[in-house]
């Protein structure tokens, strides 16, 4: 969540209907993948040898798969590792350390993911549905409402692509191996849950079964589906949670985060403190700075009693209005002063750089994800 990608319709997806895509290694477990190896009757070690060449190497090109005899090579990525994105754009700012993706799927629908480079990580910001159904007032994603949830491994793929765009050594400052990975693209990751559960899945299991990162470099937003904030704390994942608030109170928040007419800022609260007592996490809240509509006086001494004594880390977010739209972003002096009245309040705050802000001057909070497990590189104010 906390995404503003705007992106514009493709004529070419119109008319088309949404529809999941064709199976690929990453939805399957490695016993799953075995299986379909043998029911394609290769030996079920070869489903171990491609998917060392997708998670272990980042490679997908049959041709480089030379410990695969020359006569299965193609059938075998052909079913195992169907195209998935196709890049529509590529774009770069931040003098290189920023580079934001745009993928056509298999059925027209169109998704983003962002790559960050810090000198010490690397960072990639994903999607994990296409468009969004959660209706905030303030993101253009959610103005065009939800196309439809992405597959375990559409979700995966971006990450493992970006993967090798920064061991290409594309991204400028950085390490070559990305290492931390955001929900925080278009869509609501908890609406997709089953989907977003099997990626995270993929992404810290340990070559060749997967990634390989740390769970704990793993990010998953939220609007605050109560719920599934719950099922995640049984997961026996340790992932960062990160709660869009946005507001302290029901009556402004009922307006920005609609699904809050659904659960309320104290209920939601509830299960992200109990998310943290289970798995030790800090929760960072989301608070997109709006100007003259959330960014009070009061409501930083409200948050800031909500928040005080909790395991929790403020990150506040500068919006970066989409062209057109009613909403800006707060003055820096009352960005300080809500710092400030935070801080006071005893609560960990800091304010999120702004990386690829310049890139479609849309992208803002897609970009804005950069790092949330608490101790981002974010500019403090
Ligand atoms: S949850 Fe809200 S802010 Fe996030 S992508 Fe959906 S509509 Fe936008």
């Known amino acids: 969540m906390t995404s503003l990608p705007l992106i514009s319709v493709d004529p070419d997806a119109r008319g088309r209907r949404p529809s999941m895509p064709p199976r690929h290694l990453a939805d399957l477990d490695l016993p799953g993948r075995q299986a379909l190896v043998t029911e394609l009757g290769e030996p079920a070690f070869r489903a171990k040898q491609v998917s060392n060449h ?116 594309a991204v400028s400052g950085s390490p070559p191996r990305l290492s931390h990975v955001v929900f925080m693209g278009m869509g609501e990751p908890l609406a997709n849950y089953s989907r977003v559960v099997a990626a995270i899945r993929r992404l ?104 005080a004594g909790k395991l929790a880390h403020v990150n506040l977010i500068p919006l970066n209005p989409t062209p057109g739209s009613r909403w800006d972003a707060s003055p820096k002096p009352v960005e300080r002063e809500f710092v400030r009245r935070l801080r006071d309040a005893g609560v960990s705050t800091t304010v999120r750089d702004t990386r690829g802000r310049e890139i479609d001057g849309a992208c803002g909070q897609l970009a804005a994800a950069g790092d949330t497990d608490g101790d981002s590189r974010a500019a403090t104010a």
């Not at 005899?69 to 003098?95: H, I, K, S, Y």
């Not at 009922?254 to 030790?280: C, F, I, M």
């Open 54 to 169: 997708y998670f272990g190497r980042l490679v997908r090109d049959p041709e480089r798969m030379t410990d695969l005899p020359a006569a299965t090579r193609e059938r075998l990525a052909g079913e195992l590792l169907p195209t998935l994105l196709t890049p529509v754009r590529e774009l770069a700012c931040d003098d290189g350390a920023t580079r934001k993706a745009l993928w056509r799927l298999h059925d027209g629908s169109l998704v983003e993911s962002v790559l960050m480079g810090y000198p010490d990580r690397v960072t990639v910001c994903i999607s994990s549905q296409a468009g969004c159904g959660m209706a905030c007032p303030f993101c253009a994603t959610g103005q065009a409402g939800l196309t439809r949830n992405l597959s375990t491994a559409e979700i995966v793929d971006q990450a493992v692509y970006l993967a090798g765009v920064a061991a290409s050594g």
């Open 204 to 307: 810290v299991a340990p070559a060749p079964e997967g990634l390989g990162l740390s769970q704990r470099h793993i990010t998953v937003s939220t609007v605050g589906l109560v719920p599934a904030i719950r099922r995640l704390a049984s997961e026996d994942l340790s992932v960062t949670l990160a709660l869009s608030l946005h507001a302290p109170d029901d009556e402004l928040r009922d307006e920005l985060v609609p699904v809050n007419q659904r659960w309320k800022v104290s209920e939601v609260l509830d299960a992200a403190w109990d998310y943290a007592a289970t798995t030790g996490r800090r929760v960072s809240i989301e608070y997109a700075m709006i100007k003259d509509v959330n960014d009070q006086p009061w409501r930083a001494d409200l948050l800031g009693r909500l928040l």
